[in-house]
């Protein structure tokens, strides 16, 4: 009775051991990685829209796989999730190195050219015009000299054309507006076509300034001299406000000119999805 209850609990044990040693290869050559599968789940997640996680997996395969067919086309691709997450900035500090890289394939380069002058076309967005400058000069000279000859890079380079040749913007003259200001309170507001501003700072200005006359004339120094350090700090306001308005205003003309010209080529990135191929 003993011998068939240890025979019972025996022959189960032996068949588990040799289930596990002989599926555990199988188990390891199915956890091995492949750099196709490795691809192919990282530009699952991209399309997903889970960026993140998709760079961690296009850097694995770059880990893994240094010498792959494919890493010059994860490199691309780390830089898109960058951008499709809003992080321009770490696109264009992750692409940099890369672009004095001989060793990357001539469609790739031209590629990521493309990519990398979008993104500095988009950085710093919400800054004047005027401190964007070098982001955008930057971005037309890696625009230069494309060799591929797809629709996008058309697109690039007829951008491009366009932008060099685009018409001078016309600007107002900062030193006209200050001057104006200062001869009349709200004059320069008005050369810039700022009619509201310049028309308020008109009237409270002179408003302030026959306040402290009268004080003077009523011999009230008091009130004299509030008022008229009233009457200093808007006349002074007025031509700061029309020379700084016409920064401004020059500063856009030139942004408006640009996004124009973006909208009229399509010369923007748009991450591809299951349901849409995006753009670039």
């Not at 003993?2 to 068949?15: D, E, K, L, Q």
């Not at 700072?201 to 004299?224: D, H, K, P, R, V």
Request: hydrophobic letters at 40%.
């Amino acid at each position: 009775m003993i011998r068939t209850i240890a025979g019972f609990f025996f022959i189960p044990s032996i068949c588990a051991v040799l289930l596990s040693v002989s599926v555990a290869p199988v188990i390891a050559k199915d956890l091995q990685l492949n750099e196709d599968h490795l691809f192919e789940y990282a530009g699952y997640l991209y399309k997903s829209g889970e960026y993140y996680r998709a760079i961690s997996e296009y850097k694995r395969l770059q880990y893994f796989f240094p010498d792959s067919s494919l890493s010059d086309l994860s490199i691309l691709q780390i830089g898109r999730s960058y951008m499709a997450g809003d992080r321009v900035d770490e696109a264009i500090d992750y692409w940099q190195p890369y672009i004095s890289n001989s060793d990357l394939h001539n469609t790739t380069f031209d590629r990521l050219k493309i990519l990398l002058g979008i993104s500095l076309l988009d950085a710093d967005k919400e800054e004047p015009f005027s401190l964007r400058a070098d982001n955008i000069s930057s971005a037309f000279s890696y625009f230069r000299d494309l060799n591929t000859e797809d629709r996008e890079a058309r697109l690039i380079v007829d951008f491009s054309n366009d932008w060099i040749s685009r018409p001078s913007v016309e600007k107002k003259s900062p030193w006209i507006a200050g001057t104006l200001s200062a001869i009349l309170p709200g004059a320069g507001s008005l050369y810039t076509g700022r009619y509201v501003e310049g028309t308020y700072a008109f009237f409270i200005t002179g408003l302030f300034l026959y306040a402290t006359m009268e004080a003077q004339n009523n011999e009230q120094s008091g009130l004299a001299a509030l008022f008229g350090f009233f009457s200093v700090g808007f006349y002074g306001g007025s031509i700061y406000a029309a020379i700084n308005g016409v920064y401004k205003q020059n500063d856009k003309k030139e942004a408006d000119q640009l996004t124009r010209l973006r909208e009229k080529h399509g010369i923007w990135f748009i991450p591809e999805t299951f349901e849409n191929e995006g753009r670039f």
